[in-house]
């Protein structure tokens, strides 16, 4: 929601009789970047993936912290440390094919991490066997779950960043922000990445709250259309 006043394509009609006082923002913000904005911070890898996609230079935000891109993302870094001769025995071959690394290696391989006693990697160790590589070692195993934690982290603190500029643009003493996605609700540290980097970002005197939203497109439409018909009828009692 954002005040009409504040909307700039709409700040002279602000005096329009019958136009509301704020308004509802659908901020596509998956194609934040698109304009260049995200250059300096876009990385070789990132512009790997970009490039291989469906639509080159676009969703350029949406690349960088989703599901869709992340197990790719992955899969590039890896292949260029193989090719460095720092994963792998140097032996690139199998992690080549595009899409051979879906998003949910991701999720697995992290959840290696949390073990409180020795790290096996047993998890590790079973995906990059599966997908064809060759004498796996335990040093390999830790450094695949490093770039995985490296992007993943990012993409939580890059989607905090979003959600609490939005935030703090509200300025709305409490707001509950749904969550759709994969990474959200399969990824064993995402969320509490997401949090905690939101919790960091936000002005101190508002609050906020995550909450798991399945189907979120489908249902905040129907909540979106909810909420504009209960305020035009009560517009319209009070008048």
Same mark, same amino acid.
């Given at each position: ?9 709409? $700040? ?10 704020? !308004? ?12 260049? /904005? ?11 993936? #970009? ?16 599901? @869709? +891109? !992340? ?20 032996? $690139?071959?199998?992690?080549?094919? %595009? ?7 991701? /999720?697995?391989? *992290?959840?290696? &991490? &949390? ?30 779950? +490093?770039? $995985?934690?490296?992007? /993943?982290?990012?993409?939580? %603190? ?7 500029? &939005?935030?703090?643009? !509200?300025?709305?003493? %409490? ?8 990474? +959200? ?19 101190? #005197?508002?609050?906020?709250?995550? @909450?798991?939203? *399945? #189907? ?20 319209? $009692?009070?008048?």
């Amino acid at each position: 929601m954002e005040k009409l006043c504040r909307i700039e394509k709409l $700040c002279g009609e602000c005096d329009s009789d019958g136009l509301p006082d704020e !308004m509802i923002i659908n901020t596509e913000w998956g194609a934040f970047g698109d304009d260049g /904005s995200l250059d300096s911070i876009r990385t070789e890898f990132d512009k790997a993936v #970009d490039a291989t996609s469906i639509n080159p230079g676009k969703q350029l935000f949406e690349k960088m912290i989703s599901g @869709m +891109y !992340m197990g790719e993302l992955v899969r590039v870094v890896l292949e260029a440390l193989a090719k460095e001769g720092l994963l792998f025995n140097g032996d $690139c071959d199998a992690i080549s094919q %595009h899409g051979c690394f879906p998003t949910k290696f991701v /999720s697995e391989i *992290e959840s290696d &991490l &949390l073990e409180q006693e020795e790290r096996t990697f047993q998890k590790t160790y079973q995906i990059l066997e599966d997908i064809g590589i060759e004498n796996v070692s335990g040093a390999d195993c830790a450094n695949v779950a +490093y770039v $995985c934690s490296l992007i /993943s982290t990012r993409a939580a %603190h890059m989607t905090a960043a979003g959600i609490a500029t &939005l935030l703090n643009r !509200m300025k709305r003493p %409490h707001v509950t922000v749904g969550v759709d996605g994969s990474v +959200y609700r399969f990824h064993p540290t995402f969320p509490r990445l997401l949090d905690e980097k939101i919790d960091q970002l936000i002005e101190g #005197d508002l609050e906020y709250q995550l @909450m798991l939203s *399945e #189907d979120g497109s489908g249902r905040g439409a129907a909540l979106v259309a909810a909420v504009a018909t209960r305020m035009k009828r009560e517009r319209l $009692c009070n008048n």
